[in-house]
């Protein structure tokens, strides 16, 4: 079985800019590639960090209001820092939280979760930038057709991986979601089955309604 991995998914020509880059140029990059947020690169490309939407908006966020009627808000020593800056090196969100190409959709999805981020600079050995991958990017592997999860389910999951006939179990994919039906050659199986097509890229949910094969045919005797 193979996840798709980052490099396959991230985007590999960066916008990006450098620690002295200015506030309205950053907000202009944004503005014109639709983006949200863009890394802060150091002269070798190493990402220094992150200048995201939320950050420039810091700047907004901090003035006081003109009529009088909202408070001035009371922000942390670093926040107020970050709202007065005018330049990227005070704006960005340190450290950059990076990826590497070779990781899987699972190791990607986990960290952004882990770290609470939208998005992850994805860097090569060296450190050095070599795409960005998002988490609509990581959500691409739920557009792949029923068809090719149908067909890694029985070519991979149930022969390759578990040596099992795929013709003793009825595999059904509709939209991402698989229904399994049939008898396996012991109880045990069906929950390893289960779990594993659920580690498939592209699967949303899995119904399964595997039997143990004796168990299966005792109560075909019975009924009989």
Do not use: Y
């Amino acid at each position: 079985m193979r996840h798709r991995i980052v490099g396959e998914l991230m985007t590999p020509a960066v916008v990006h800019v450098r620690p002295d880059t200015g506030f309205k140029e950053i907000v202009r990059l944004l503005a014109e590639h639709d983006i949200t947020a863009v890394p802060v690169l150091d002269q070798e490309d190493r990402p220094l960090g992150l200048v995201s939407e939320a950050d420039l908006l810091l700047n907004e966020a901090a003035q006081e209001d003109p009529a009088g009627l909202l408070l001035t808000p009371d922000l942390p020593p670093r926040e107020r820092a970050r709202s007065r800056a005018t330049t990227a090196v005070g704006l960005m969100t340190t450290p950059a939280v990076c990826a590497r190409p070779e990781w899987t959709v699972v190791e990607a999805a986990r960290l952004m979760q882990s770290e609470r981020v939208k998005r992850l600079p994805v860097v090569d050995e060296a450190g050095r930038l070599v795409g960005i991958v998002s988490r609509s990017d990581l959500l691409r592997v739920f557009l792949r057709h029923d068809a090719a999860i149908r067909e890694e389910i029985r070519a991979e999951v149930l022969r390759r991986v578990l040596g099992i006939d795929p013709d003793t179990v009825d595999v059904r994919v509709q939209d991402g979601r698989v229904t399994l039906t049939g008898a396996l050659g012991h109880g045990g199986q069906a929950a390893v089955v289960e779990r594993l097509c659920r580690s498939v890229d592209g699967v949303v949910d899995v119904a399964s309604h595997l039997d143990h094969r004796a168990k299966a045919t005792t109560a075909l005797n019975r009924a009989g």
